[in-house]
């Protein structure tokens, strides 16, 4: 089944406690982003990543670390986790970059920061 | 400044009834316009997507219409069933000449049927 698989689904950590989410889709997609959603905002873009070894920062990535050594997994990495990164986080991916590309988006992590 | 707005915030209607969401956009250039339908605990799917010239797509008993001179959609709900009961996430993408595949969430709206 083709899909975006994130891990874990939900976490609860303390501040300055790093840690990193897993994000991995079996699609051969090129273009992958990583997303957080706040109540009463929609979802923001932290950072993509074009192609392997090509990422870039979205519109909120303080705070967050990527890296795209393989085409199918993304990682998020929070080095020093502080509770304002406390959210939902989901990871996306496309077939290609650019708008007209459908973005498939995982099941979502619930991370809460202490 | 890129912008997508949507009214209601919530709504509850009862299961048969029909409803319709709305999304005002300030977008440029525009490039395309999705509908999401995000149920609780899942990630976002599409819907539908509308691009300039199209002013109105259907999926089954979902009805998206886009007027591109007013800057405005709406996502129409035919007797609505227990399982519509989502967040409706209205999402813009900027035509983007480096490629980035850039979008513009709107806060959702969220929908309650009951029965």
């Known amino acids: 089944e083709a899909q975006v698989t994130q891990n874990p689904r939900y976490l609860i950590t303390v501040t300055g406690k790093k840690l990193t989410v897993t994000c991995s889709q079996n699609?051969?997609?090129?273009?992958m982003s990583w997303y957080r959603q706040d109540p009463g905002l929609g979802l923001r873009q932290i950072y993509y990543s074009m192609n392997v070894e090509v990422t870039d920062k979205g519109d909120v990535p303080e705070g967050y670390k990527v890296s795209r050594k393989e085409k199918r997994n993304f990682p998020l990495i929070l080095e020093s986790p502080s509770p304002n990164q406390t959210s939902l986080y989901f990871c996306?991916?496309?077939?290609?970059?650019?708008?007209?590309?459908?973005?498939?988006f995982g099941p979502g992590t619930r991370l809460t920061v202490l | 400044k890129n912008q997508v707005e949507q009214s209601p915030q919530s709504l509850i209607i009862l299961e048969g009834k029909n409803c319709t969401l709305q999304?005002?956009?300030?977008?440029?250039?525009?490039?395309?316009l999705r509908w999401y339908k995000q149920d609780t605990g899942r990630g976002p799917v599409s819907l539908t997507i509308?691009?300039?010239?199209?002013n109105t797509k259907s999926n089954g008993r979902y009805t998206a219409t886009l007027d591109a001179d007013t800057k405005q959609s709406s996502l129409h709900i035919t007797a609505s069933q227990l399982s519509d009961s989502a967040s409706y996430i209205c999402v813009v993408s900027a035509r983007d000449s480096g490629n980035t595949g850039k979008l513009i969430f709107g806060q959702g709206t969220t929908l309650q049927v009951k029965p």
């Open positions: 509308m691009t300039f010239s199209e």
């Open positions: 999304c005002n956009y300030t977008v440029s250039p525009f490039s395309n």
């Open positions: 996306a991916s496309s077939l290609l970059a650019g708008e007209q590309n459908e973005q498939f």
């Open positions: 699609m051969n997609h090129e273009y």
